[in-house]
C-alpha cells in the first residue's frame, strides 16, 4: 500500500496515545481499543524484544484484551531501526484497516511513532547485508571515529557540522545518504514538516503532575523488582544478550547487569533505574511537546474510565480526526517535569 493509498483509504483511522514513561498510556490505549472495537500496535521501541518483558512494563499476554502487534518481533540485540519498524507498523496498521478496526499506537518512542505515522524517509540499506553501511563501518574499526567524521567533514561540511564525531552510527548514517543522493543536512531540515501518512490520526497526549508521575514511576520500578526484573536479566545475559542489555535505552536493565556481574548494591540499582527513568519521561516531555498536533489530557485525578471519556471527546471534537483541536489546549510545561 503507497503513502497515498493510505492517506484516501476511508477505513484507516489511527489514534496515538502519547506521553513520558508510566504515565497510564497502554492501559488507556487498550481501552480505548476496547470501546473502538481496535487492535493496539506497539510503540515502544524496547518492547519489540523478546524475553525483555518485566523491564518494560509489556502488557502479560494473559491480560489483554484486544489484540496486540508490533510486540516480541526481534531477539534483544538484533539488527532493528525506525526504518524497520515504520515497516512493520505499516504493515499491522494496514491489516487492522482491513478487518474494519481502529489503529490504536501506544508507546513513548518519539522517532518510532513519526516514522510509522508521518510522512518519513530513511536510508534503503538500513540493516543487515548492507555493503556501503558494512564498507564505512570497516572504515571507522580501521581508522577511528575521527576519521570517518572528517572523511563526512570532506564531502558534506554541513552535514558534518550538526553530528558529533563520536556518534559513529549517524556519520555512518549520513555518509550512505550522501551514497544516495540526498544529505544528513536536508534530512534533518526536514524533520519539523509533520505531514501526515494517515488522513484520519489523531494524537493524544497523556500528562500528570510531576511529583504523580515521579510516585508512579518508582512504584512501577519497586513493582518491576517483586515481579523478578533481576531473574530477566540473569535469563538474558545467560542468553548472550549482555551487548542489547547494557546499550544505552536498557533503563531497568543495564543497572542490574551490575548487580549480577559485580556485585553491586541493588539498592543503588534500584534507585539509578527510578533517576534514569524520571529523565527519560522528562526528554518524551520535551519531544511530545513539540508537536502541535498533540491534544493534551491531564489524568491526574482520572479513573481510566473517566480518561478514556474524555480522550474520546478530544478525538470527536472537532469531526474527522487530526482536524483542530490541537490548538485549544496548553502543551504541560517544562517545569511540571523538573526537580
Given at each position: 500500500m503507497t503513502a497515498s493509498d493510505d492517506m484516501t483509504a476511508p477505513k484507516t483511522r489511527v489514534i496515538a496515545v502519547v506521553g513520558p514513561t508510566a504515565v497510564g498510556k497502554t492501559a488507556l490505549a487498550e481501552e480505548l481499543a476496547v470501546r473502538l472495537d481496535g487492535e493496539i500496535v506497539n510503540a515502544d521501541s524496547m518492547q519489540?524484544?523478546?524475553?525483555?518483558?518485566?523491564?518494560?512494563a509489556k502488557p502479560p499476554e494473559s491480560e489483554r484484551r484486544v489484540p496486540y502487534r508490533c510486540l516480541d518481533i526481534v531477539d534483544p540485540g538484533a539488527p532493528y531501526s525506525a526504518a524497520l519498524f515504520q515497516r512493520d507498523a505499516r504493515e499491522a496498521i494496514a491489516g487492522i484497516a482491513s478487518r474494519g478496526r481502529t489503529a490504536v499506537v501506544v508507546g513513548g518512542t518519539g522517532l518510532y511513532l513519526r516514522a510509522a505515522l508521518d510522512e518519513m524517509s530513511f536510508p534503503r540499506g538500513e540493516q543487515v547485508g548492507n555493503p556501503t553501511r558494512e564498507r564505512y563501518e570497516a572504515y571507522e574499526a580501521a581508522n577511528g571515529?575521527?576519521?570517518?567524521?572528517?572523511l563526512l567533514a570532506e564531502r558534506d561540511p554541513q552535514s558534518a557540522?550538526?553530528?558529533?564525531?563520536?556518534?559513529?552510527?549517524?556519520?555512518?548514517?549520513?555518509?550512505?545518504?550522501?551514497?544516495?543522493?540526498?544529505?544528513?543536512?536536508?534530512?534533518?531540515?526536514?524533520?519539523?514538516?509533520?505531514?501526515?501518512?494517515?488522513?484520519?490520526?489523531?494524537?493524544?497526549?497523556?500528562?500528570?503532575?510531576?511529583?504523580?508521575?515521579?510516585?508512579r514511576i518508582d512504584a512501577r520500578v519497586d513493582a518491576m523488582i517483586d515481579k523478578g526484573l533481576l531473574d530477566e536479566v540473569r535469563l538474558l545475559l545467560d542468553s548472550g544478550f549482555r551487548d542489547a542489555l547494557t546499550a544505552g535505552q536498557a533503563i531497568g536493565y543495564k543497572e542490574l547487569v551490575g548487580v549480577i556481574e559485580r556485585h553491586e548494591r541493588l539498592e543503588d540499582a534500584v534507585a539509578a533505574i527510578k533517576q534514569a527513568s524520571r529523565r527519560y519521561a522528562k526528554r518524551q516531555l520535551t519531544w511530545f511537546r513539540a508537536d502541535p498536533r498533540v491534544r493534551w489530557l491531564d489524568v491526574t485525578d482520572l479513573s481510566l474510565s473517566a480518561a478514556a471519556d474524555a480522550a474520546l471527546k478530544l478525538i470527536d471534537s472537532d469531526g474527522p480526526l487530526g482536524e483542530g483541536g490541537a490548538s485549544e489546549l496548553a502543551a504541560p510545561a517544562d517545569a511540571d517535569l523538573e526537580g
Open positions: 519489540i524484544y523478546r524475553g525483555m518483558d518485566i523491564g518494560t571515529p575521527r576519521a570517518l567524521h572528517a557540522a550538526l553530528i558529533h564525531p563520536n556518534n559513529v552510527r549517524r556519520v555512518v548514517r549520513a555518509l550512505e545518504l550522501l551514497d544516495e543522493g540526498t544529505t544528513y543536512a536536508e534530512q534533518s531540515a526536514g524533520f519539523g514538516d509533520r505531514s501526515a501518512h494517515y488522513a484520519d490520526t489523531a494524537w493524544i497526549g497523556l500528562a500528570m503532575n510531576r511529583q504523580a508521575l515521579y510516585d
